[in-house]
């Protein structure tokens, strides 16, 4: 009850908040620059200069506190030892560049940028392409997009049965390990196979954006102008060839930006590593490796670190996709 | 190069009818257009020849081959989209080369059709541009060379010059007949709702209503002798007028008494159990002339239109549901409301009865 209470209050308190805080500074500002008087075609000029800040500065305020300032800390943390008082000068980049989890994760993340975007994107593509030409494809869109709306954990837990093992004897529960067996083959822990582990974990992520790039490229693909397509067909080429010499290449844009998002995606990837193997067996990657030192490590230094690499990585990808995306609604 | 023939071509969408009974046989080295209202289903039957839409019923022969179930791109046909249809990824050299890159053409020979075909529509200097770096007109004329390096038996244009301002649009449609007269073998079908085109361009004209065909014919038998009261007033513009009215005189030569007391002699020739039968004359705007003997109309005018080479008169309606219209040489000063008495030459005087013209019983 009281929680209830407290939620309301802060609601109200946000919403009057806000429109106090635009009705008392334009009342301020219209005082100190009156639209009558001698001076009153200056003082309306002055106070339409200064207006449009009035109404950016919130918006200003919060990204400065939520975006600048923590990237500017964790820079200055960056140089600093394990509990951020101490200076350390590049301690933590010499450390980095020389640490082995570091390294697995570096190379485990590089992977998954290739595996997954390129992944979701054809079987998106091919979703796409497939769904448009059948009856029941609006069924088949929504089940495929499902698992857009499962949660990365959730999906984890999902995937864990998939993968689950029982010691030799045991009957076994997981989903792939029945396959193999009924094949004849060894039941495996999956999960624990060095390398392979890796392409199992993005074998999730793939299954969640798929739908992503499918219901995006889907749309894309019926924005295609009919008659290319006929005239493609007069001109003998076989369905095949219409999909990707005439269909594709006329929906290249979309592609990118499909798979940029992807990517910046994929290079945050942290709740399926967490959940599934925690980053053991050669499965770390740098979001689970900032998450350990920050949480575990108790290095806030280190954690830092990691921070920034992570987003020099994604900076330039977000910056491509955005002007992409700009240039695909013009 | 082809000979086309469609005998008893039919399609519906399940139970809609949208053509049927099409009897229709091209020539080689015909330009046929069809023309006909919205709807009339001309681009369907295009669409059919192009193999981009079924046949319900009916066979579909070029060369005497039956093509109703060959893929399209074996029918040995090219086409000409309305809205150009070219691929907006692929230069203007790649756009003309696709068909013969699927076809796995050897690379020489692709390249000196692409050359040739560029040099015949002077595309030669935009070859390696994309479509949107083109101007409408020049897309266009890359659409004709992606059909003609194709070295196809027969040509489908699907309204080509709809999309291209007025101007350009007479320019293209000179350059078509042009592209025609350099390849006189060259069997052509080519689809329209503008008359002007047609009459211009064509050998032959289908006009397609009802659901089939109205009438097959050179220009200027369409113009000077159309089988019914829908050519009659599809061809030509102003449209004809019909005057309704009763048969009082058979023979060689026709008298017929028009409602609103007027007399109309006619060159179609009538037997003698014509008598009294009610009938619809014809006359076109431009055949009508001013008269002092006895009229073939007579009203009041509403509306003068001086365009300076010719003046427009629209009588009053009265009782009709369409005005009669007549089309004057020169200038012509008639004030609104005058009085006009009008006849024309008995050899340009049509007779329908129940729509159908009496010339062709």
Redesign the interface.
């Known amino acids: 009850m009281e929680q209830l209470f407290w939620a309301l209050f802060t609601v109200v308190i946000g919403v009057f908040g806000c429109v106090l805080y635009f009705f008392l500074s334009n009342m301020i500002l219209d005082r100190i620059y009156p639209a009558k008087g001698p001076n009153a075609g200056r003082n309306i000029n002055r106070a339409a200069r200064i207006r449009p800040w009035l109404f950016m500065f919130p918006a200003l305020f919060l990204l400065t506190m939520y975006l600048l300032y923590p990237v500017v800390i964790s820079v200055w943390l960056s140089f600093h030892g394990s509990d951020g008082d101490e200076f350390i000068g590049g301690g933590n980049y010499a450390w980095l560049l020389s640490d082995e989890k570091f390294a697995e994760s570096m190379k485990n993340n590089m992977l998954w940028l290739i595996v997954v975007p390129a992944g979701s994107t054809f079987f998106g593509l091919i979703a796409a392409a497939l769904t448009d030409r059948i009856k029941w494809g609006n069924f088949a869109k929504s089940l495929i997009f499902m698992p857009m709306a499962i949660s990365f954990v959730g999906a984890s837990v999902i995937w864990k049965f998939v993968y689950d093992y029982r010691a030799e004897g045991e009957a076994q529960i997981g989903l792939l390990n029945a396959i193999v067996t009924y094949f004849g083959g060894a039941p495996q822990a999956w999960i624990t196979v060095p390398f392979w582990n890796s392409f199992f974990l993005m074998a999730i992520l793939i299954w969640i954006q798929t739908g992503f790039a499918m219901v995006i490229l889907s749309a894309a693909l019926r924005g295609i102008s009919e008659e290319t397509i006929e005239a493609a067909i007069l001109d003998g080429a076989n369905p095949f060839q219409i999909f990707w010499k005439i269909k594709v290449p006329q929906i290249w844009g979309t592609i990118a930006v499909v798979w940029t998002t992807i990517t910046i995606l994929v290079l945050k990837v942290f709740d399926i590593v967490l959940a599934m193997t925690n980053g053991q067996w050669g499965s770390q990657v740098l979001a689970n490796l900032m998450f350990d030192w920050m949480f575990r490590g108790l290095d806030i230094g280190r954690a830092s670190t990691v921070a920034l690499v992570i987003m020099l990585l994604v900076t330039p990808i977000m910056v491509w996709n955005i002007r992409n995306a700009r240039r695909e609604m013009v | 190069m082809a000979n086309l023939k469609l005998t008893n071509v039919a399609k519906a969408y399940g139970d809609v009818t949208v053509l049927k009974d099409i009897n229709l046989e091209i020539n080689e080295g015909e330009l046929v257009v069809f023309v006909g209202p919205s709807g009339c289903g001309k681009s369907t039957l295009l669409r059919m020849i ?3 839409e079924r046949i319900t019923d009916g066979t579909l022969a070029i060369d005497d081959v039956k093509m109703n179930d060959v893929p ?3 029918r040995g ?3 000409v ?10 230069t203007v050299r790649d756009n003309m080369a ?2 013969l890159n ?2 796995k053409m050897p690379k020489a020979e692709i390249e000196k059709a692409v050359n040739d075909a560029a040099a015949k529509l002077q595309l030669t200097e935009y070859l390696d541009r994309l479509p949107k770096a083109l101007s409408g007109g020049q897309r266009q004329r890359v659409a004709i060379g ?1 059909a003609i390096v ?1 070295d196809p038996k027969i040509y489908l244009f699907d309204e080509p010059l709809s999309n291209l301002d007025a101007a350009l649009r007479v320019a293209t449609r000179i350059e078509i007949a042009q592209l025609k007269e350099a390849m006189p073998e060259s069997t052509m079908v080519y689809v329209t709702h503008d008359q002007v085109e047609a009459m211009t361009l064509a050998s032959r004209i289908v006009v397609l209503a009802n659901k089939g065909i109205a009438q097959v014919g050179t220009p200027l038998e369409l113009y000077e002798k159309p089988e019914n009261e829908f050519v009659a007033q599809f061809i030509g513009s102003p449209a004809m007028n019909l005057i309704a009215g009763e048969v009082i005189e058979t023979g060689a030569e026709t008298v017929v008494a028009l409602e609103g007391g007027g007399v109309a002699r006619s060159k179609v020739p009538t037997v003698a159990s014509d008598l009294g039968t009610h009938v619809n004359i014809g006359v076109r705007p431009e055949d009508l002339v001013v008269t002092d003997g006895t009229p073939l109309y007579q009203a009041k005018v509403e509306i003068t239109e001086a365009l300076g080479e010719v003046t427009l008169l629209y009588f009053e309606k009265g009782t009709r549901s369409e005005a009669v219209i007549a089309k004057l040489p020169g200038i012509h000063a008639t004030a609104k409301g005058e009085t006009v008495s009008l006849t024309a030459p008995a050899e340009k005087v049509h007779i329908f009865a129940d729509g159908q013209s009496l010339l062709y019983r």
């Not at chain 2, 989209?81 to 692929?90: I, V």
Request: proline share 8%; glycine share 4%; hydrophobic share 55%.
């Open positions: 192009a193999g981009l399209p791109a074996q046909i090219a086409m989209f309305q809205s150009y249809a070219l691929y907006p990824h692929m696709f068909a699927i076809a992606r194709r």
